[in-house]
């Protein structure tokens, strides 16, 4: 009897054990997309970044009468 109690304990635990490991690999499979996501957001961004300094710095820029467009236009 009380062996059987202890098999039955080592195989609940076993189950869990099991149980839990595929839970852990499901969530660094999410962990690793996420850090996917995230790298190319970073870099989407960075790139946004750089684009709106480029266009803030023409902005800036004093453009010459030549390149203005007459009023009537």
Same mark, same amino acid.
């Given at each position: 009897?009380?062996?059987?109690?202890?098999? +039955? @304990? $080592? !195989?609940? *635990? #076993?189950?869990?054990?099991?149980?839990?490991?595929?839970?852990?690999?499901? &969530?660094?499979?999410? =962990?690793?997309?996420?850090? +996917? @996501? $995230? !790298?190319? *957001? #970073?870099?989407?961004?960075?790139?946004?970044?750089?684009?709106?300094?480029? &266009?803030?710095?023409? =902005?800036?820029?004093?453009?010459?009468?030549?390149?203005?467009?007459?009023?009537?236009?």
């Amino acid at each position: 009897m009380i062996e059987e109690n202890v098999v +039955k @304990r $080592i !195989t609940t *635990l #076993e189950e869990k054990h099991v149980h839990q490991e595929r839970i852990l690999a499901d &969530l660094n499979e999410v =962990i690793l997309d996420q850090q +996917k @996501r $995230i !790298t190319r *957001l #970073e870099a989407l961004l960075t790139r946004a970044d750089d684009r709106i300094e480029r &266009l803030s710095v023409a =902005i800036e820029q004093p453009r010459s009468a030549t390149d203005e467009r007459p009023p009537h236009y």
